[in-house]
């Protein structure tokens, strides 16, 4: 029925092409109807005049009409005319690309033309790369793009990250329905209707050029809005077109590579993945530190080879990585691979075409360095900014020596955020966080006491042991009150006084609590195996017991003064993009780039978190044995003695969400930093 060379390329042209032909005829109909309306009224000033010359259209009525249609009918055709040059001549929006010639990838150039060979269709006049997972064919032959002549054939346009992360076979297999569209391309009425559709959609835009004046940018807006009119009836035939031809290319490509296009497809989704994290929480922090890496697409790599080591679903990806990559077919892939970089950081960052004194390239290996500390240091002196701004000082207690008063502190930032519970009904063994950032909870002095600090010594910001079971241990009598219900006394009637630093000096408190048992609370038995733990402490983990109906209904405690720096940050934070100086911008095929910007709204909440963790990272830097890092798939990281710090986060947000710093504390003993020294700023 159908000869060796294709089943698929016959029912590719029988199916596809043909749908795509007829849709693209339906287009041309628009124009062709947008005409008719255009001369209409001459051919009726053309009927009258032939009418008054035969002697049958004669009388004063007659010859006005044939004023008022002949004047309708110049100014109907000087607005067609001035629509049709605006239309031809406005210049189709173009990806912006990384141009490769020949010269600079032979060998891609010789697979893309083996492959047209292979599919009978012509082969691409150049190619390009994008930073992004995607490729098509982009036509570039209007007047208005010298280098292309008019009847070339279009432009393959691929995403970079294939490049580095496919192997060669598996790029041929991607790109084979891709090349394949280049068949429907040559067909006339499909380029046609293609290069009508183009410049209505260039005319739309012709309205939103700088520099016009008012006349006419007056009448650019009416030659836009008839653009419109006549684009929005031919859009839905355009992409029907679209999609004809589309599949098109995707039958006649089934005779290449189909087994390995099947195997590819799960790399390309898995390449826009990495690619998306790469950019997100990689790129976008060096960005906006005026720092951009110069090997993004060999980062796509890494991140890759990260996710295939953490996900089982992604296992034996990275095997592939023993053949041939297909950024081999380029003669400088590092030389490309820093021109995508520079391209990716426009598109989505709108930064400046080219290096400049505060937009230099940063190599992976200086990132830790150049990046994620120069981000938390810069951080952390912009929330003491703030805090200074609002005239909130250092909470008392001992100070190191040559220390100000003001030093840049990590005790300063929990001192602020710690928030006293406003539950005067709590249990006996509830914890009591001062606004001083002292908190008395179950936590010992033996492990809460920070490295070269004595057993037993006093800080303001140490929590103290004071539970209910500590004191009954301690000889403490029935009628007496429990600890956190006397602090809470005591604030009230001494706000002055810390409560904490009260219960430590208490005779009756113990420096240590090695007391010989822990008798269970008669009242809610099931947790004498950690008395002293702070989930368990006062039963806060049981809301619903019977005898606490009030705690079920409790509100979340209030942290007025984490709302406070929340917004004195935003404001400052938007202060400061104010005045950071703008980079010209440039033109994107859909407006001014950034095209596609990719800093998500964030609340204050979240920016003070992010400025809390940047401080807590500074702190952990200077005084412990912790160094800023990259991960492949978060960005920025801590790593604490070589390995990765993975639970500091729910700490942070604890602090600034609850006013609770007990987790943090914890995590600070943990890691051996020291919340009182000075931190180094930027």
Not at 268 to 295: E, H
Not at 464 to 492: I, Q, Y
Not at 652 to 674: F, I, K, M, N
Request: charged share 20%; net charge negative; glycine share 8%.
């Amino acid at each position: 029925m159908y000869g060796v060379t294709g089943t698929g390329s016959a029912a590719g042209d029988e199916l596809g092409a043909r749908a795509a032909r007829a849709r693209a005829l339906a287009v041309l109909r628009v124009r062709g109807r947008a005409l008719g309306l255009a001369v209409l009224p001459a051919a009726v000033a053309v009927v009258l005049y032939a009418g008054g010359v035969t002697g049958h259209m004669t009388g004063p009525g007659w010859d006005a009409a044939r004023w008022v249609v002949t004047v309708l009918a110049v100014v109907v055709l000087l607005v067609a005319a001035a629509v049709a040059t605006v239309v031809a001549r406005s210049e189709p929006a173009v990806t912006p690309t990384v141009e490769l010639a020949e010269s600079a990838a032979p060998d891609l150039y010789r697979l893309v033309r083996d492959l047209a060979d292979r599919l009978g269709v012509p082969a691409p006049s150049a190619i390009a790369l994008t930073p992004d997972c995607d490729s098509w064919l982009e036509d570039r032959s209007h007047p208005t793009h010298r280098r292309h002549a008019a009847d070339e054939a279009p432009v393959l346009v691929i995403g970079s990250p294939f490049l580095w992360w496919m192997r060669v076979g598996e790029l041929r297999a991607v790109l084979a329905p891709v090349v394949a569209g280049t068949g429907p391309a040559a067909n006339p009425d499909i380029a046609a209707a293609r290069r009508f559709v183009r410049g209505l959609d260039a005319a739309v835009a012709v309205p939103r050029r700088p520099g016009l004046d008012p006349v006419r940018r007056l009448g650019a807006l009416g030659v836009g809005r008839l653009a419109g009119i006549m684009l929005k009836g031919c859009r839905g035939h355009a992409a029907e077109m679209e999609r004809g031809v589309a599949a098109a290319g995707s039958e006649r490509a089934q005779a290449v590579d189909y087994g390995v296009r099947i195997v590819a497809q799960e790399q390309v989704g898995l390449a826009y993945a990495g690619w998306d994290r790469l950019l997100t929480r990689v790129a976008l922090p060096a960005w906006r530190m005026g720092r951009w890496p110069a090997r993004l697409d060999a980062g796509v790599v890494s991140a890759l080879t990260e996710l295939s080591r953490r996900d089982r679903l992604a296992d034996g990806f990275a095997s592939r990585l023993g053949e041939r990559p297909a950024c081999d077919l380029l003669e400088e892939p590092g030389a490309v691979d820093e021109a995508a970089s520079l391209l990716a950081a426009r598109l989505f960052h709108g930064a400046p075409a080219g290096p400049s004194p505060d937009w230099a390239p940063v190599e992976w290996s200086e990132y830790a360095e150049e990046v994620v500390d120069r981000k938390w240091r810069a951080d952390a002196a912009r929330l003491h900014q703030v805090l200074d701004r609002l005239g909130l000082s250092t909470p008392p207690g001992p100070t190191p020596s040559g220390a100000a008063a003001e030093a840049p502190t990590l005790a300063r930032i929990m001192a602020h955020l710690t928030t006293e519970p406003t539950n005067t009904g709590t249990s006996a063994g509830t914890s009591t966080a001062t606004s001083a950032g002292t908190s008395v909870s179950t936590a010992t002095p033996e492990t809460t006491r920070l490295p070269g600090e004595a057993p037993g010594q006093a800080r303001a910001e140490a929590p103290v042991a004071a539970t209910a079971d500590g004191a009954a241990a301690a000889g403490t009598t029935a009628e007496a009150p429990a600890p956190a219900e006397a602090s809470a006394k005591h604030s009230a009637e001494h706000p002055g006084e810390d409560p904490a630093q009260d219960l430590a000096d208490r005779p009756d408190h113990p420096e240590h609590p090695d007391h010989p048992e822990h008798p269970e609370d008669p009242e809610h038995p099931g947790h004498p195996e950690h008395p002293g733990h702070p989930e368990h402490s006062g039963h806060t983990a049981h809301p619903d017991h019977p005898e606490y109906p009030d705690l079920a209904s409790d509100p979340a405690p209030v942290t007025e003064a984490a709302d406070a720096l929340a917004a004195a940050l935003t404001a400052q934070t938007a202060r400061e993009e104010g005045l950071r100086p703008a980079a010209p911008a440039a033109e994107g095929p859909d407006g001014p780039l950034p095209l596609f910007p990719l800093q998500p709204p964030r609340t204050g909440r979240d920016l003070l978190a992010d400025h809390v963790a940047a401080m807590v990272c500074c702190a952990a830097v200077d005084s412990a044995d912790a160094a800023p890092g990259l991960d492949w798939l978060d960005g920025p990281a801590l790593f604490v003695r070589g390995e990765r710090s993975t639970d500091l986060t729910p700490a942070v947000l604890r602090l600034v969400e609850d006013g609770d710093p007990r987790p943090l504390r914890a995590w600070l003993t943990r890691t051996g930093v020291r919340p009182e020294k000075p931190v180094r700023l930027v």
